[in-house]
């Protein structure tokens, strides 16, 4: 299985570097971004391993749950889309469609 990540997950990375880089510490932010991505990278191997999100509750919406942030992606036949990492206490909306930007 491919992973991509949409857009809204690129830039969800990215504001995380940022904040990092602000608070001093960029080192630390990198090293927590690996660590999501490797934390990501298993999904393949068990696609089923995030539980369904629970604002809707579908089969093919889940979540890995890494450190106090939500890792949230779209199951597909072939393809897992990476469409939100964000702090684990916000509600889930999603918008737009997942663009293809592969890891």
């Known amino acids: 299985m491919k ?9 969800d990375l990215e504001d995380l570097k ?12 990198e090293k927590f971004i690996v660590k999501i991505i490797k934390h990501i990278e298993t ?3 068990n696609p089923k391993i995030g539980r369904k999100v629970p604002e809707f509750n579908l089969e093919n919406i889940r979540e890995l749950i890494h450190g106090l942030f ?10 897992i889309h990476v469409i939100r990492i964000w702090r ?4 889930l909306s999603l918008s737009g469609t997942p663009a293809n930007s592969e890891i």
């Open 3 to 11: 992973i991509l990540f949409s857009e809204s997950a690129l830039r």
């Open 70 to 79: 939500r890792i949230v992606y779209l199951l597909e036949k072939k393809l």
């Open 88 to 91: 684990s206490e916000r509600l």
């Open 18 to 29: 940022i904040f990092y880089i602000e608070e001093g510490v960029p080192e630390i932010g």
């Open 43 to 45: 999904i393949p191997d």
